[in-house]
């Protein structure tokens, strides 16, 4: 158990529509990353929260928006869903931010399934 | 462009052998790679690290060896154990910049 939770487990909805996923990262990890695994992939890197401000961006459609609250918790907005966005959506958190890239810990992922 | 490269989608690998997996990047700014393992219907879990300024780094079964000129990394299992059997994840970042670029993953399967 990496300490980091993701909910939901697994999400099926449809076309057009908009969900949100939900990270809490392990207890005093003030980093958290998204990430995203389509079918025989790898994991593509999304955005980064450190301490409640945005950090950095990977290639995050304009479609899907995050942030991180006061307790340091995160949310992944997707809207206008499409086929192609059915995915495994990853959670990591970190402790440290800057210097030296620290070992991010992985949630067990939610499965969207766009119909 | 896939800066992480894992060319081996599987490997299989007799209980008690090495294993030996392998990853490329083309990035020459990454100096912090890292391996993950993932087991199914759970988020990889990680294995080990190296930084730049080293060339090894042993922890236990798992070595991961870092060939600068090359651009290569490899990760050594030795020996292998079925509980080993998993997707294997290689990742690369650089000073300053957490993200993580992730290659594809190799299958690993060890056999009894």
């Known amino acids: 158990d990496s300490g980091v939770t993701q909910t939901p487990k697994h999400l099926i909805t449809a076309t057009g529509q908009r969900v949100t996923l939900r990270c809490s990262p392990r207890s005093g990890d003030l980093s958290v990353y998204w990430y995203q695994q389509s079918l025989d992939q790898g994991l593509q890197f999304l955005i980064q929260y450190y301490n409640g401000e945005e950090r950095a961006k990977g290639n995050i459609l304009e479609r899907f928006s995050a942030q991180q609250f006061p307790d340091l918790h995160s949310e992944l907005n997707l809207s206008s869903l499409e086929l192609g966005d059915s995915a495994l959506y990853f959670c990591a958190s970190s402790a440290e931010q800057g210097a030296l890239a620290d070992t991010q810990y992985f949630g067990p992922g939610t499965r969207l399934t766009v119909l | ?112």
Request: glycine letters at 6%.
């Open chain 2, 1 to 112: 462009d896939q800066q992480v490269k894992q060319n081996s989608p599987s490997l299989s690998v007799q209980e008690g052998r090495i294993s030996i997996l392998n990853c490329d990047y083309t990035n020459s700014m990454f100096d912090y790679f890292l391996w993950y393992k993932k087991y199914p219907a759970e988020g990889p879990t990680f294995l080990i690290s190296i930084s730049s300024i080293k060339d090894k780094n042993e922890d236990g079964r798992f070595t991961v060896f870092l060939n600068k000129s090359a651009k290569h990394l490899s990760l050594h299992i030795v020996p292998s154990q079925p509980g080993d059997s998993a997707v294997y994840f290689c990742a690369a970042s650089n000073f300053g910049n957490e993200k993580l670029t992730f290659g594809t993953g190799t299958r690993l399967t060890i056999i009894p």
